[in-house]
């Protein structure tokens, strides 16, 4: 067998990527093996020394730091204790302690479903608004002191006019709500005799009192009857507080 031909040592060539490729090995390798040195030759760092120099902040399932700060976040955050509490369920069986007749109790009108609550109604007894006193004279609804259709005012008293007021003074209405007096709007003022008056007042109110108009009258004053404000829903033109009575 013939032996191969060596090529001769001028004719031997090598393309240019395996030299590129040789050369990027070789940097690959220097710069690993510097690497190797450089951590071999640094100390360990105890693992003392790094808890003492920078304390890690654990946290608890509770949402608590192991340090002591609360950590707040969505994931912590609750209402106050007892302040929400669970719907009430009804009718889940008799273990629950509002079954079976969940808490209405047996037969009658509260126990049937659709059962209305009516203002004042006591369940077919006399009525707290029937049971209490009710005003002497007639038969007649203004008898009765519990009822929207009860007469109201607002008084004020000789003596109130006496600190409030120069003598001279026309007072209204309108000058008592300045004063402070009788500030409810649509409701009659009546003049009381309670105190003591000095002075000559004109005084123009709905009602008057008889020792009020006979105190007023003996200081030098006069009384004005104004007609009582027309509430809402009343039709007609006003009426006078005190129809039997005269301006004086």
Known sequence: MPAARRKPDGDATTPASEVAETKRKATASEAAGTRRKATASKPATPVATVKATAPVAESRADGELTGGAA???????????DSRRPRKR?????????????????KGYNARSGAKHRA?????QMPIHMRMRKLRG???????????????????NLRDLEARFEAGEAITPEALAAKGLATRKQIPVKILAKGELSKPLTVHAH??????????????????????????????????????????
């Open 71 to 81: 950590r707040i976040g969505l994931h912590n955050l609750r209402p106050a204790p």
């Open 90 to 106: 009804v009718g889940r069986g008799e273990g629950s302690g509002t079954g079976k007749t969940a808490g209405r109790g047996q």
């Open 120 to 124: 004042h109604f006591e369940g077919g």
């Open 138 to 156: 007639p038969h007649m609804k203004k008898s009765m002191p519990f009822e929207r259709f009860r007469t109201h005012t607002q008084p004020v």
């Open 207 to 248: 009602q008057f009192s008889a020792k009020a108009r006979e105190a007023i009258e003996a200081a030098g004053g006069t009384c004005q009857l104004v007609p009582v404000p027309l509430k809402r829903g009343d039709t007609g033109r006003a009426r006078s507080a005190d129809p039997g009575e005269h301006e004086t």
